[in-house]
């Protein structure tokens, strides 16, 4: 059993053993110099306190892991493996599930994965993560069950790659085909109300890209970042048929960043129209809340930090391509010749700006509101599509299809 208690100016770690004495903890100390709990919590042989002689259980070994003062408690990077101390506010009580999850999973060596900065709990800090936002996200942390589904989902992309399975967007679209062949062999009178063969296309199209992205949303976390962003444009291929080709990781060279020497930057994503013009497009996985922020910036659901740094990046995308001018659209002719089709020539004449991140449905009104006010702000470079509108687009196009192949 773990425990905490503040000492004075310290953070102190108690830990006591449900099936006996805690001597082990002593051999380990003694022939390896630390010990590590639950997978999480390192503590050194000088971190430990010594026993007092009144204590009434003697089978408990505390630790020193952290200090307090002003409004945080700070638990030093070593203990838990971390990039920097963690820091978390005092109004936040401190427990073993404020730390680890289930399987002994180490919550804060997961995040700090995933940034460059200090953990900060709570508080009045600028950057700390309010004490709401992160009990949602304990809330919200995977279980056993949901890791075990992810894992299974992920072998099963990989197993579909090479066994032929589909899924069910896919064997929707193959059952609508074959009804269609069979329907069109058997209605031979013009009683049968039927859309001409294009839009009839047309719409088996669409109504694929519908469910597939519905689909993928469902199961985004089973996606890498990398597979998420080209399932996406290959999708958005379909959506928008004036882009016949999307390329990745396309090199240009700058020379503003650094004056007076050559700089490479790669643009993740580039969409290429009919007539050689390409445009930029920013994917971002759907994150729960990657759109405007739930609390207010004086009075405002202001833009979350996901989606401001992907608008800076495209405006920055951007530049580069219109400053590297008739070099750069030689280069990237030259360079993905064999993707583009034959004869196609780059042009690189006004680039817009594509930003595709986050779900609106699960915003209040004034938060969808702010988010559509940010929007509107950036439209002339930037289109910022959530995942919602998408779907929503998608919708419009399926019900005006259906409605023009029964007038």
């Given at each position: 059993m773990i425990n905490f208690e503040d000492r004075g100016t310290q953070v102190v770690l108690s830990y006591e053993s449900e099936w006996g004495p805690v001597t082990w903890v002593d051999d380990k100390l003694r022939t390896s110099g630390e010990v590590t709990l639950s997978h999480t919590f390192t503590m050194r042989s000088a971190d430990l306190l010594s026993v007092g002689e009144d204590d009434e259980k003697e089978d408990i070994r505390a630790f020193i892991v952290g200090s307090v003062g002003g409004e945080y408690r700070s638990i030093r990077d070593d203990v838990l493996g971390l990039k920097h101390d963690l820091h978390i506010s005092k109004s936040l009580r401190l427990t073993k599930s404020l730390f680890v999850a289930e399987r002994n999973i180490s919550i804060f060596r997961r995040i700090d994965e995933l940034v460059d900065e200090p953990i900060i709990i709570g508080g009045a800090h600028p950057s700390a993560i309010p004490?709401?936002?992160?009990?949602?996200?304990?809330?919200?942390?995977?279980?056993?069950?949901?890791?075990?589904?992810?894992?299974?989902?992920?072998?099963?992309?990989?197993?579909?790659?090479?066994?032929?399975a589909m899924t069910d967007a896919e064997q929707l679209l193959a059952d609508h085909m074959a009804r269609r062949a069979r329907s069109k062999s058997l209605a031979g009178d013009k009683l049968v109300p039927r859309l001409p063969a294009a839009k009839e296309l047309e719409l088996a199209k669409f109504e694929f890209v519908r469910r597939q992205l519905s689909e993928m949303l469902?199961?985004?976390?089973?996606?890498?970042?990398?597979?998420?962003?080209?399932?996406?444009?290959?999708?958005?291929?379909?959506?928008?048929?004036?882009?016949?080709?999307?390329?990745?990781?396309?090199?240009?060279?700058?020379?503003?960043?650094n004056p007076g020497r050559e700089t490479k930057r790669y643009i993740d994503l580039l969409l290429v129209s009919a007539n050689g013009e390409v445009d930029v497009i920013e994917i971002k996985k759907p994150f729960e809340r990657s759109l405007v922020s739930r609390s207010r910036y004086r009075d405002n659901h202001v833009p979350v930090r996901e989606l401001s740094g992907a608008i800076i990046q495209a405006e920055k995308y951007l530049f580069y391509l219109n400053k590297?001018?008739?070099?750069?659209?030689?280069?990237?002719?030259?360079?993905?010749?064999?993707?583009?089709?034959?004869?196609?020539?780059?042009?690189?004449?006004?680039?817009?700006?594509?930003?595709?991140?986050?779900?609106?449905?699960?915003?209040?009104?004034?938060?969808?509101?702010?988010?559509?006010?940010?929007?509107?702000?950036?439209?002339?470079?930037?289109?910022?599509?959530?995942?919602?509108?998408?779907?929503?687009?998608?919708?419009?196009?399926?019900?005006?299809?259906?409605?023009?192949?029964?007038?």
């Amino acid at each position: 059993m773990i425990n905490f208690e503040d000492r004075g100016t310290q953070v102190v770690l108690s830990y006591e053993s449900e099936w006996g004495p805690v001597t082990w903890v002593d051999d380990k100390l003694r022939t390896s110099g630390e010990v590590t709990l639950s997978h999480t919590f390192t503590m050194r042989s000088a971190d430990l306190l010594s026993v007092g002689e009144d204590d009434e259980k003697e089978d408990i070994r505390a630790f020193i892991v952290g200090s307090v003062g002003g409004e945080y408690r700070s638990i030093r990077d070593d203990v838990l493996g971390l990039k920097h101390d963690l820091h978390i506010s005092k109004s936040l009580r401190l427990t073993k599930s404020l730390f680890v999850a289930e399987r002994n999973i180490s919550i804060f060596r997961r995040i700090d994965e995933l940034v460059d900065e200090p953990i900060i709990i709570g508080g009045a800090h600028p950057s700390a993560i309010p004490v709401d936002e992160f009990n949602r996200l304990l809330r919200t942390f995977p279980t056993t069950t949901e890791m075990k589904l992810y894992a299974w989902t992920r072998i099963t992309r990989v197993l579909r790659e090479y066994m032929g399975a589909m899924t069910d967007a896919e064997q929707l679209l193959a059952d609508h085909m074959a009804r269609r062949a069979r329907s069109k062999s058997l209605a031979g009178d013009k009683l049968v109300p039927r859309l001409p063969a294009a839009k009839e296309l047309e719409l088996a199209k669409f109504e694929f890209v519908r469910r597939q992205l519905s689909e993928m949303l469902h199961d985004a976390e089973a996606f890498s970042e990398a597979e998420w962003q080209q399932a996406v444009a290959d999708l958005f291929l379909l959506i928008f048929p004036q882009y016949v080709a999307v390329l990745s990781n396309v090199l240009v060279k700058e020379r503003y960043s650094n004056p007076g020497r050559e700089t490479k930057r790669y643009i993740d994503l580039l969409l290429v129209s009919a007539n050689g013009e390409v445009d930029v497009i920013e994917i971002k996985k759907p994150f729960e809340r990657s759109l405007v922020s739930r609390s207010r910036y004086r009075d405002n659901h202001v833009p979350v930090r996901e989606l401001s740094g992907a608008i800076i990046q495209a405006e920055k995308y951007l530049f580069y391509l219109n400053k590297s001018g008739q070099d750069g659209e030689m280069y990237i002719t030259e360079t993905y010749r064999d993707r583009l089709p034959s004869g196609l020539e780059i042009r690189i004449t006004n680039p817009k700006a594509f930003v595709l991140s986050g779900r609106d449905s699960n915003l209040s009104t004034e938060e969808r509101a702010d988010f559509d006010f940010a929007r509107r702000g950036y439209s002339n470079v930037v289109d910022i599509i959530s995942y919602d509108d998408l779907l929503r687009r998608l919708d419009n196009v399926i019900s005006s299809l259906h409605k023009r192949g029964l007038t």
